[in-house]
């Protein structure tokens, strides 16, 4: 049983160009999500990109990288290349890192590996209770429900559940984007008919959904500080100073 994690990077971004490779504290971004992402409970860490630059600097900092297609529409059909290369092709199961989250807190990670080493799920994400100051109507902030056994009912940009009849400690949950899959699952993924809701929502776990599958929902209690903006890049050089976070 052997767990990879990938980082799926590309430079060629419509919002950010080149998001992996600015600068936060003296370090690229994409060596921020690597060191962190290497002390997590995965065998092995790669990269995955298109361009040249992100490869030599990952190369640079001694990091494993594979070169990948540019015509790639997404981070999970670049991993499905991954785990195609017969360098990775004997991992059982992949967790998909996001190359956009310096921060991101090697707990949920593990959440996810140990899930499959004790549970086997095929599909496994995370979600996370709203805190009372957040917008729980934001369509930008996908919601989750969840069955009893902590499987996905359904995901959508709409608050989720509409209370008819209001429940005074009702948890309303933040779906976190972070995926654990089965190498078997990836494979056929390309083979899934496209969703009907997936169309209407623009959220791709809804075709699992709809041809079938069950997707594992965890929660957790780690913040998520994601880079999509200058902006956001600002806020995350300012706390890392604040807090004295080094690599």
Known sequence: MKILGVIPARYASTRFEGKPL??????????????????????????????????????????????????????TSRIIEVINNPEYSDFDFVINIQGDEPLIDIKSINLLANNYREEKSEIVTLKKAFRKDEDVSNPNTVKVITDFNCNAIYFSRSVIPYERNPIGDYKYYKHIGIYGYTSNFLNELKNLKEGVLEKIESLEQLRFIENGYKIKVLETDSEVIGVDTEEDLAEVIEYVKEKGITL
């Open 22 to 75: 600015k600068d936060i504290n003296g370090y690229p971004m994409i060596e921020w999500v690597y060191k962190r992402a290497e002390n997590a409970a995965v065998d092995k860490l790669v990269v995955a990109t298109d361009d040249q630059r992100i490869y030599d600097a990952v190369k640079n900092f001694g990091g494993n990288i594979v070169m990948t297609s540019k015509e790639h529409e997404n981070g």
